[in-house]
């Protein structure tokens, strides 16, 4: 790998790994609750397959030169799985058993691509499914934002897309789609090359917005937002706020 080439991936670890860890303050008011509240669980194994299956391209026999995807999506993998074991203790009966449902998926799916890619493919085949799985799901990864980026819109008020998380996304997905120019892979390219747009579109909105605080009268409530998926995923700052670290699960870090 040339200079520039391990940098931005170095770049994109960085800024995936404050990505994987936004959720933290969700998980510490779930601990201390002892309650998963209004939480879903969905995010969190299916970021978890996201991370497993570009840990899998990243590695030397699949896809050459991609060793610092393989690092940033391995820790991810390992955070998801702490947060997916958290969620399941102390969620309620109804969604523990969804989550567990979407965690069997996940195993199933990644073991699915892993023995065919090791006994059915080889060389560039390989490569080639792989990529696919793995850009697949990081492209429906960066899309999770899409209902905070609408609620901002909705309710003209930034304060469920805070700005460092809005420029963490966008820092992660530019870094790791210009990882993936230098590398000229495709499979890293394309899907953080969404992710860069997106990341950008937050932060235009952000500065569109961020002076506003909102028309009390079309403001999404609180209620409405866990509707919406605000509060389910990722996208908040590491703000106390609890509206704030509601909807840190809908922008973790996909490379």
Aim: charged share 15%.
């Amino acid at each position: 790998m040339g200079i520039a080439h391990t940098l931005f991936g170095i770049l994109g670890n960085g800024s995936g790994l404050f990505l994987f860890l936004a959720p933290t303050v969700t998980f510490r008011r779930i601990i201390v609750n002892k309650s998963t509240e209004k939480f879903s669980g969905v995010p969190y194994p299916m970021t978890l397959l996201n991370c497993l299956l570009s840990s899998w391209y990243g590695l030397p026999f699949v896809s050459p030169n991609n060793i610092l995807v393989t690092v940033i999506n391995g820790t991810g993998a390992v955070i998801e799985t702490i947060y997916v074991l958290i969620f399941v203790l102390f969620a309620p009966k109804k969604e523990k058993a969804k989550v567990l449902g979407l965690f069997s998926f996940v195993v199933a799916v990644f073991s699915g691509v892993v023995l065919v890619s090791l006994l059915a493919l080889h060389g560039q085949a390989r490569k080639i499914f792989c990529g696919f799985a793995a850009a697949i799901f990081s492209i429906i990864m960066y899309g999770s934002p899409l209902s905070i980026m609408r609620l901002v819109i909705k309710s003209k008020s930034v304060e469920f897309m805070p700005f460092f998380l809005s420029l963490f996304v966008f820092l992660c997905g530019t870094s790791w789609f210009i990882f993936g120019l230098l590398g000229h892979d495709l499979f890293v390219t394309v899907p953080n090359g969404v992710g860069s747009a997106l990341g950008t579109t937050q932060l235009i909105l952000y500065f569109i917005y961020r002076d506003n605080k909102g028309d009390p009268k079309s403001a999404t409530t609180k209620e409405e937002a866990m509707e919406m998926g605000t509060t389910d995923n990722k996208a908040p700052t590491s703000s106390i706020e609890p509206n704030q670290s509601n909807s840190n699960e809908n922008q973790e870090g996909h490379v």
